[in-house]
Nanobody, 127 residues
Framework: QVQLVESGGGLVQPGNSLRLSCVAS????????MAWFRQVPGKEREYVAG????????YYADSMKGRVSISRDNSRNVVYLEMNSLKPEDTAVYYC????????????????????WGQGTQVTVSS
């Protein structure tokens, strides 16, 4: 029983940066995997980035590698997604997801691996 609450979305100018937050609660987050996905209406949910709670394992979608960074506040159980050089194509609802399992590169991108999801936060990149 995990609760995830995203925040930080909004309207941002192309080329600017944005940091999304996901507050996790409901268990001791000493293991497992957290990830970010995004979705445009009418399209499939797309993987963005993921990380384990510990161990220094970070996984990024090839399409966004170099522009995004996933990090965690160890003391507050908060996972962040920092995005730079934002483009209109980045407009989507961004969701955080969690699983108690320590996923690997081949499975971290799969939606079915995650038991818990947040409600999403809207990011709109436009002039």
């Amino acid at each position: 029983q995990v609760q995830l609450v995203e925040s930080g979305g909004g309207l941002v100018q192309p080329g600017n940066s944005l940091r999304l937050s996901c507050v996790a609660s409901g268990r001791t987050f000493s293991s497992g995997t957290m990830a970010w996905f995004r979705q445009v209406p009418g399209k499939e949910r797309e993987y963005v980035a993921g990380r384990r709670w510990s161990g220094g394992n970070f996984y990024y979608a090839d399409s966004m590698k170099g522009r995004v960074s996933i990090s965690r506040d160890n003391s507050r159980n908060v996972v962040y997604l920092e995005m730079n050089s934002l483009k209109p194509e980045d407009t989507a609802v961004y969701y955080c997801a969690a699983t108690s399992r320590n996923l690997i590169a081949s499975t971290v991108r799969l939606m079915g691996e995650y038991e818990d999801w947040g409600q999403g936060t809207q990011v709109t990149v436009s002039s």
